[in-house]
């Protein structure tokens, strides 16, 4: 079945460095990918999207490009802020399937330091 | 504020208990789905209703129930509360269903229910 494994956390910065979070999936056919952040105590929102193959998703300074030769979306920022703190969730949908219908990773904390 | 409500925000319950979870979509949307989100399982999808019907199921316990309005709000119930049900329940919409690329899903605060 699908499934969407990504790395560990937590995950502890300082702030400026340099952030990636990687993201591999298994998946029949051609799924869409996400990256969705969870703030303390609110809801998922969805960060990118990429829906088909070698397209870069982008969002506040975070990017992440679908790449079907090693089945992964890596997730990276060049330079983190304290504001970045938060759980990042990997995410697919099946192919043809609605954007709703998830298939989330585990998640990773980050946490920057000032 | 994504548009999507959810009531009540905190639920704390005993074992054995029925609890009815309420969700009211972003204005527009027709699709509903629900999650369940616990420390061990991670976010889990439970299940999809689209204008009315049932478009998936996910890992939803036969314990647990949905059904979706003709006002399009929904309400997941659950039934014979177990220690383990424990968790947050996210809902999300978004307006298409099955197939509709390009369209975002947009989540929900969350119900945190504590069984006790």
Redesign the interface.
Known sequence: GNSVTQMEGPVTLSEEAFLTINCTYTATGYP?LFW?VQYP??????LL?A?KADDKGSNKGFEATYRKETTSFHLEKGSVQVSDSAVY?CALTSA????????????TKLSVKP | D?G?TQTPKHLITATGQRVTLRCSPRSGDL?V?WYQQSLDQ????LI?Y?NGEE??K?NILERFSAQQFPDLHSELNLSSLELGDSALY?C???V???????????????TRLTVV
Do not use: C, D, H, P
Request: charged share 10%.
């Open positions: 869409s969705y105590g609110e809801g998922l929102q969805l999207k829906t969730f043809g399937g609605s954007q709703g219908n998830l298939i989330f990773g585990k998640g | 994504s999507v699709s789905y991670g976010l889990q999808f999809q689209y478009r998936a996910g996210f999300a919409s978004s298409g269903g099955q197939g509709a690329l390009g369209t975002e899903a947009f989540f929900g605060q969350g």
